[in-house]
């Protein structure tokens, strides 16, 4: 099963604009579980943590895996400002991400789903900045392209019974494999959506009643 701790832990690292506010802690001021290290100084700057806290795992693509995951800054005594720009650091690379193509998988879509929440620790004193996100992921890497596989991500929806239409070109009709998800849900060709293949493209329109705008998840298309 996919680790999906160690995707964004991956995702935070390859970002300069978070690991330039980040301290010099072991193993880059970013760790992966629900305890942090022994070691960790926040006179050294702050950190951010990563674990998971819950999520599903998809009823019908078993290689897909839908997780609750908290990240939360660390830092040191009245750096609340700091704290607080390390994690807006954080949203604008995690936030919306789809596609991302790592080393131990893919991240397939993030979305933040609650947050950000500030917090002394009653006894440290130490501010933190922690929000949750829902993280679709797969443990296979190297997944975009046309070509090969492609996910791409439909974060707004029009309004209800307005058509939306995508194309691309470059897949075959007989190779043509793909599934679509809306809101997490698998959606069905014929029902949610139509296909018209000629002329070199192949496009999807979604059929009315199209989903809810006030919808938080986009349209996933996973080929």
Same mark, same amino acid.
């Given at each position: 099963?996919?680790?999906?701790?160690?995707?964004?832990? @991956?995702?935070?690292?390859?970002?300069?604009?978070?690991? !330039?506010?980040?301290?010099?802690?072991?193993?880059?001021?970013?760790?992966?579980?629900?305890?942090?290290?022994?070691?960790?100084?926040?006179?050294?700057? &702050?950190?951010?943590?990563?674990?998971?806290?819950?999520?599903?795992?998809? !009823? @019908?693509?078993?290689?897909?895996?839908?997780?609750?995951?908290?990240?939360?800054?660390?830092?040191?005594?009245?750096?609340?400002?700091?704290?607080?720009?390390?994690?807006?650091?954080?949203?604008?690379?995690?936030? =919306?991400?789809?596609?991302?193509?790592?080393?131990?998988?893919?991240?397939?879509?993030?979305?933040?789903?609650?947050? +950000?929440?500030?917090?002394?620790? +009653?006894? !440290?004193?130490?501010?933190?900045?922690? !929000?949750?996100?829902?993280?679709?992921?797969?443990?296979?890497?190297?997944?975009? =392209?046309?070509?090969?596989?492609?996910?791409?991500?439909? +974060?707004?929806?029009? &309004?209800?019974?307005?058509?939306?239409?995508?194309?691309?070109?470059?897949?075959?009709?007989?190779?043509?494999?793909?599934?679509?998800?809306?809101? =997490?849900?698998?959606?069905?060709?014929?029902?949610?959506?139509?296909?018209?293949?000629?002329?070199?493209?192949?496009?999807?329109?979604?059929?009315?009643?199209?989903?809810?705008?006030?919808?938080?998840?986009?349209?996933?298309?996973?080929?």
């Amino acid at each position: 099963m996919v680790d999906v701790n160690l995707l964004v832990r @991956e995702l935070l690292l390859s970002q300069s604009s978070v690991t !330039a506010l980040l301290g010099t802690n072991a193993n880059s001021s970013i760790y992966c579980g629900y305890d942090l290290p022994e070691h960790f100084d926040p006179t050294l700057g &702050p950190a951010i943590q990563i674990f998971r806290a819950g999520g599903l795992s998809h !009823a @019908e693509i078993l290689e897909l895996v839908d997780a609750r995951v908290q990240v939360r800054v660390w830092a040191n005594v009245e750096k609340a400002l700091l704290a607080s720009q390390v994690y807006g650091a954080i949203h604008d690379v995690l936030h =919306g991400a789809c596609g991302i193509s790592l080393p131990d998988g893919t991240i397939i879509r993030s979305l933040e789903v609650t947050g +950000p929440q500030e917090v002394t620790d +009653p006894e !440290a004193g130490w501010v933190s900045v922690h !929000a949750f996100y829902a993280v679709m992921a797969n443990a296979s890497a190297g997944r975009i =392209g046309i070509g090969g596989s492609l996910t791409r991500h439909y +974060p707004i929806e029009p &309004p209800d019974g307005e058509l939306l239409t995508f194309t691309f070109s470059g897949q075959a009709a007989s190779n043509l494999q793909f599934q679509l998800f809306f809101d =997490g849900d698998l959606m069905d060709e014929g029902v949610d959506y139509s296909i018209t293949i000629g002329g070199g493209f192949t496009s999807i329109t979604f059929l009315p009643p199209s989903p809810a705008p006030a919808a938080d998840d986009g349209i996933v298309a996973f080929f």
